[in-house]
């Protein structure tokens, strides 16, 4: 066998060695999800309620989550809040969970859920929701802003503006 041809035959083999270690190295980490910390951090999490109740993050463990970041004072938060009430009233009993998340003040909620009543849960996050929405990959802070957790507690989707039936149908397909 000739140099040229034994050098060609050894960098085939560190090739297909080299893919079949990347490979295994994804699976095995697919096997393995690690929560990061803005996870962990969400998770730990505590509100109050309207009504002054709790609203403890870790009580949403185990089942999907969509939490929706908004506030009284932005039209979009405003116009997607009743498609909201509808996907969890039409996805509760497939195990799915909503939770919103007002980064406003608590009396201007209050007022803003005496006229329109929502049937999921409302954390009042205050302007402090601005940097957790940050942390969970709302690089702007604007709002509304939604993420979609898994049932294990694993952030799947993150997205900024206003929420699409067609989004809400593709984040169903998950539970």
């Known amino acids: 066998m000739s140099l040229q041809r034994r050098t060609l035959w050894m960098a085939g083999v560190a090739v297909v060695a080299g893919g079949a270690g990347a490979l295994l190295a994804t699976r095995r980490l697919q096997l393995q999800p690690v929560m990061g910390e803005a996870e962990a951090a969400f998770w730990a999490g505590s509100f109050d309620g309207p009504s002054g109740e709790a609203v403890r993050m870790s009580d949403f463990r185990g089942k999907p989550l969509l939490v929706n970041f908004w506030a009284t004072w932005c039209p979009p938060c405003v116009e997607e809040l009743p498609m909201l009430n509808q996907f969890h009233t039409a996805q509760a009993a497939k195990g799915w969970q909503v939770l919103g998340l007002a980064v406003d003040q608590p009396s201007a909620v209050r007022s803003f859920m005496q006229k ?46 206003k929420v699409s039936e067609t989004d809400l149908a593709q984040w169903a397909e998950l539970g």
């Open 116 to 161: 329109l009543p929502l049937n999921f849960p409302v954390g009042m996050a205050g302007f402090a929701g601005t940097e957790l929405s940050r942390s969970l990959g709302n690089a702007t802070g604007a709002l509304p802003f939604s993420v979609v957790f898994g049932a294990d507690g694993a952030l799947l989707h993150r997205k900024l503006g």
